[in-house]
């Protein structure tokens, strides 16, 4: 098991203790989580991301899709039967599940859909306007400077 050191980043660095705390957290739990369920993230364009979740056998009411401090959380859950089964082999997992994934900052989810045994949640990166970057014209004649987006219009 390697260890990665991140003591440099926190002491060289001004404001991004978020994201040192957040590549922490991501390395301490992906060595004790579980494969299960399987999943892809994919790059639709530059401000598009689609995940896909195999979650073969769980309905739309087992399955619970929450944000919350720009944590995606994924969580199954079966219910508990009397039904017994009497399976010669059984290689569709039915167990309870919990996945999260870090989101950057502006990211939403914009919708979440399951098909086909896939649960796929659709993000998009939003800039808010006030985040924007903002030309800003020098005036030569009386050495103001004027704030403008990218809109063109005056801030």
Do not use: C, W
């Not at 060595?31 to 401000?47: L, R, T, W």
């Not at 919350?68 to 569709?92: A, C, D, R, S, W």
């Amino acid at each position: 098991m390697t260890t990665i050191d991140l003591t440099p980043l926190y002491r060289n660095t001004v404001g991004f203790d978020r994201l040192a705390t957040m590549l922490d957290r991501a390395f301490s739990s992906e060595q004790g989580s579980s494969s299960y369920p399987p999943y892809d993230i994919e790059a639709i364009d530059n401000d598009r991301y689609v995940i896909a979740l195999a979650v073969a056998g769980f309905g739309r009411d087992e399955l619970d899709v929450q944000i919350e401090k720009g944590v995606l959380t994924v969580k199954g859950q079966k219910p508990e039967t009397e039904e017994k089964h009497n399976f010669l082999y059984q290689g569709i997992a039915a167990r309870s599940f919990e996945r999260k994934f870090n989101l950057a900052d502006h990211v939403k989810i914009t919708h979440a859909s399951l098909k086909d045994g896939l649960l796929r949640i659709d993000l998009k990166h939003e800039i808010p306007e006030a985040m924007k970057p903002k030309r800003i014209e020098i005036n030569t004649d009386d050495n103001t400077l004027e704030h403008q987006s990218e809109s063109g219009q005056a801030a």
